[in-house]
């Protein structure tokens, strides 16, 4: 059996999420319905990690097995995209050793959320959330400062994830501009349900009250679901890459 891993890119707007769900439309299902046109049968698929409903992705990874030999590695994308709706594209496959496995072999996984400051065109409008104000960046990135290393990210938690440890490793976070939108990208070991989401909302939310550093330190450390602020709309998050 060989082993092959995919580079996918999605507009997750009309998904009910990654994950393969029964009577509801994911990107999962889809690329498995095109695997098993091409292999006859039915193929599963494993992904790095599930994205929900709504949040798009630009590098997420899949890996599946095949007896097909007669596909060099590269040649599994161009076909799969013949198989494939607009909203999903395979942007890369190779093979990989038979250990691989999308999820367990990953080291990090990196998110953006994307926001528009000022006016919405309306192609953009599913891809960013708006903003009416430029918040102070050094304030947001001293935030970001707060997460780096092994922290216990339980008041990002939605209350639907069942993980049994909320300590997560974080790598990066921070803010940035570029052109007319704001960018929060954070990069960890792996991630809560939801919690890029809550995390980007809650220094929004602790920004625009001028809340010092040390004080967000504090109700971060407190572990209280309540005291974040918004989980933000699922439309501005891609899952921007995986690394391995």
Known sequence: MRNIRLTIAYDGTDFCGWQRQDNDRTVQGVIEQALEKMHGSQVNMSGSGRTDSGVHAAGQAANFLTEIDSIPEDRFAPALNTLLPHDVRILD????????????????RTYRYYFILGAVLPHERLYNQRLF???CLKTLNAYGRLLLGETDCSIFSAASDTSSSKHRYIYRSSFFIEGNRLIFEICANAFLRKMVRSVAGTFLHY?????????????INTANRSLAGPTLPPHGLFLWKVEY
């Open 133 to 135: 104000r430029l918040p």
């Open 207 to 219: 920004e625009e009250k001028h809340t010092p550093q040390k004080k967000l330190q504090e109700i």
């Open 93 to 108: 496959s190779r093979e990989e050793d038979s250990n691989f496995h999308a999820r367990f072999s990953a080291v990090s």
